[in-house]
């Protein structure tokens, strides 16, 4: 079946730094990727969608400054969380559609010291 | 606008006794319907889906969902609950512009022995 996977599945950084986490398709092009957010006890917030050779699509109250994302080819898309603080915390989730299906990347957990 | 609603936040069964997890809907056209699970620390798997076709969805582990357009309801039920389905359940809705999916806010599954 169709895999995506997540790196870095865990990531600790320093309050102010950047940390970029990458979403691949393993066996099948994907042109639209997604980045989800699930805060602690809480569901996946949709965040953004990632448009392969186009701009992201942003949710309303996400800033796009603030959460970089690049579809840089149809396997892979980068999401950057700039200038991270604590509040940015949190389990990073990516999927990839084929077809009607869906497919979800493992995470990735987010800690801002 | 499409919503979902998980009348439950958690759910506690003995082994053996049936499972029901409560899934409304909210959508201005005829929707996909899905139920996730998620295992601590595990990624998302996706236990059915709702295209449209038969109103009885059956999923994988023996769960299956029954899409009632009059209730608005798409109900995840299970005859007989294992420990191993001591999880996270999601309920999610498709949104028009293509493949972006909306959570519900989730039901935490236990099992007791």
């Known amino acids: 079946g169709a895999v995506v996977s997540q790196h870095p599945s865990r990531v600790i950084c320093k309050s102010g730094t950047s940390v970029k986490i990458e979403c691949r398709s393993l066996d099948f092009q994907a042109t639209t990727m997604f980045w989800y957010r699930q805060f602690p006890k809480q569901s996946l917030m949709l965040m953004a969608t990632?448009?392969?050779?186009?701009?992201?699509?942003?949710e309303q109250g996400v800033e796009k400054d603030k959460f970089l994302i690049n579809h840089a080819s149809l396997t892979l898309s980068t999401l950057t969380v700039t200038s991270a603080h604590p509040e940015d915390s949190s389990f990073y989730i990516c999927?990839?559609?084929?077809?009607?299906?869906?497919?979800f990347g493992p995470g990735t957990r987010l800690t801002v010291l | 606008a499409q919503s979902v609603t998980q009348l439950d936040s958690h759910v506690s069964v003995s082994e053996g006794t049936p499972v029901l997890l409560r899934c409304n809907y909210s959508s201005s056209y005829s929707p996909s319907l899905f139920w996730y699970v998620q295992h601590p620390n595990k990624g998302l798997q996706l236990l059915l889906k709702y295209t449209s076709a038969a109103t009885l969805v059956k999923g994988i582990n023996g769960f299956e969902a029954e899409f009632k357009k009059s209730e608005t309801s798409f109900h995840l039920t299970k005859p007989s609950a294992h420990m191993s389905d001591a999880a996270e359940y999601f309920c999610v809705v498709s949104v028009s512009e293509g493949n972006k999916l909306v959570f519900g806010a989730g039901t935490i599954l236990r099992v007791k022995s």
């Open positions: 990632s448009n392969e050779g186009s701009k992201a699509t942003y």
């Open positions: 999927s990839a559609p084929r077809g009607v299906w869906q497919y």
